[in-house]
């Protein structure tokens, strides 16, 4: 342990939680991203390949429901682990990013969906290094930042299978190529899907920006507080245990 940093004393049965993660590696909840990251390389070959259009479905469809399922797991087991919580949303846009580019080099889904997808990403990636200088806890996940994850990669799903076509909205006109589905041209399902993940995104961005911008603010009102060794608390195996701070 680093001088001066400070542990907090924690309950035993606390390790393992959101607020609390392990240090643990190979736990079924990382083992079920391991996997995602894995499918999406196997997705990305078969479609790039154009070895067989369903299939490729199949395996991004998979890849996507283990999204949910890992999280779900480490919650309910108390496995939820430093290395998930860095890897989960790496492995989730690497899956988003192979789904939409693969869409867009097949010129079925617009370019500038891309565009606002991996902009996002790469504004929040520049940004936490200038938030990680004053604030060393990594920010938790926000629920609207699952809600679009979960909206693209169904959208992006339903894309790829092709069905069912609807009839477009009309709400632009024709002429306005970048908004099908809005205009009066048929879709697929998905587009609606990816639409409102897009402004969910774009949403989880801001977000993100307000509470790093809090996290900032916090940490230069408190410094003391980022001395915290948060990757190695001080566990208690008391029944009593509290978590009072200690040198």
């Known amino acids: 342990m680093a001088a001066g940093k400070i542990r907090k004393k924690i309950k035993k049965e606390l390790i393992g939680t959101s607020d609390y993660p392990s240090n643990k590696i190979f736990t079924i909840s990382n083992f079920i991203t ?36 890992d999280g779900q797991i480490a919650r309910m087991t108390k496995t939820v682990s430093w290395l998930g919580k860095l890897l989960d949303p790496i492995v989730d846009r690497a899956l988003l990013f192979c789904g939409v580019v693969g869409l867009v080099a097949r010129e079925e889904l617009p370019l500038w969906i891309c565009l606002a997808i991996v902009g996002r990403d790469i504004y929040l990636f520049l940004g936490n290094f200038v938030v990680k200088r004053y604030h060393k806890r990594p920010i938790d996940v ?106």
């Not at 894995?38 to 199949?58: C, M």
């Not at 069912?164 to 048929?186: K, Q, R, Y």
């Not at 899907?193 to 307000?210: A, E, N």
Request: glycine fraction near 8%; charge should be negative.
């Open 142 to 247: 926000v629920f609207v930042g699952k809600l679009a994850t979960a909206l693209l990669m169904s959208g992006f799903t339903l894309m790829l299978l092709g069905l069912p076509v609807l009839d477009g909205l009309c709400i632009v006109p024709d002429s306005i190529a970048w908004l099908p589905g809005l205009n009066c041209t048929p879709v697929p399902l998905g587009i609606f899907f990816v639409y409102v993940g897009v402004c969910c995104s774009l949403l989880t961005g801001l977000v993100y920006t307000v509470k790093g911008l809090q996290a900032i603010r916090n940490a230069i009102a408190h410094p003391e507080d980022e001395d915290e060794d948060f990757l190695n608390p001080d566990i208690d195996e008391g029944e009593e245990a509290s978590a009072a701070e200690t040198a």
């Open 34 to 69: 391991f996997t995602r990251l894995i499918l999406t390389g196997v997705f990305l070959y078969l479609f790039v390949t154009d070895f067989n259009r369903y299939v490729a479905l199949v395996i991004y469809a998979v890849a996507a429901s283990t999204d949910w399922l």
